[in-house]
């Protein structure tokens, strides 16, 4: 018996990805393409483990199987990551990961959910029964500090110190290192840098060459950044408006140019009417 098989819900009927047949199709496909158990996988020449539930599938691969464009399977693949069906990583900048979030929760062999249903089970009395003591316990040792004042003594203590280390979480700001491993993770962030370029209609080439320009800038002005969501929105303010700003020079010299070549062209048809005319005889 083939060991290829896995298990659908009844309720997936209820699901909004049912409500298509092409969306069904091309989840049911990535659960299809899933690995089912841990394995060593070589991949541009890198040796790695695919864990159950992932998936070595770019938006390139997706599109060439399911044969519709790229923008679609990206789309797609977007949905289903803001509903928390998949998460997309990459691997040493190349390899493109699809991991199935909750697949070994519907995917899991029956002997594991009866042992888990049982350490559940075990573990909930064991719980209850630990909680009520250290409830107990901690009722009796309030009551003791609260008689001599220790108690408050300790909870102001403990206030003054959450402040401080509040006060100093506030003023850190990233590392350069920090902010440089982070870069290198952003720049080589598949899912942002096909969306980037979709959105802006720019070539990936162009897309490198700001980033860098980006990065560089940070770099020399020391610009400081709390932290990686601070860094992530300033990369992206930066490249748009320094992409725009490219874009918006090259189509303004591109209309000079063409200008420039219409009275040129006008320039010289005179030129050639006034030879002609010579040429019969006639006074310009």
Known sequence: MSKRWIKIDVK?????????????????????????????????S???????????????????????????????????????????TTLYRQTPIITICNYERYQQNTETVVDTQIDTQADTIVDTIVDTIVDTNSRIYSK???????????????????????IKQKKRVLSQQEQDELLEEIKNNTSFRETFCMNLQVKEED??????????????KQTPHRNEADLRRHVYDWLRINILKR????????????????????KRNE???????NGLGFEK
């Not at 209820?14 to 841990?38: G, M, P, R, T, V």
Request: aromatic content about 12%.
């Open 12 to 44: 997936i009927t209820e699901h909004w990805i049912f409500q298509s047949a092409e969306y069904f199709k091309w989840w049911f496909d990535l659960l299809a393409l899933a690995a089912w158990n841990n394995h060593k996988v070589m991949h541009d």
């Open 247 to 266: 874009q918006k020079a090259r189509k303004d010299n591109g209309s000079k140019n063409n200008i420039t070549n219409a009275e040129a062209k006008a």
């Open 144 to 166: 003791l500090l609260s008689t001599t004042g220790a108690y408050a003594r300790e909870g102001e203590a403990e206030n003054e110190q959450s402040t401080d280390s509040s």
């Open 207 to 220: 897309f490198d060459k700001s980033f860098d320009e980006c990065a560089s800038e940070f770099k020399a």
């Open 46 to 88: 890198h040796l790695f483990t695919l864990e159950r539930g992932q998936l070595i599938a770019s938006v390139s691969y997706l599109s060439e199987r399911w044969k519709r464009s790229k923008p679609t399977i990206l789309k797609f693949l977007q949905l289903l990551q803001a509903n928390g069906m998949i998460l997309r």
């Open 271 to 277: 030129e050639i009417r006034a030879y002609v005319l």
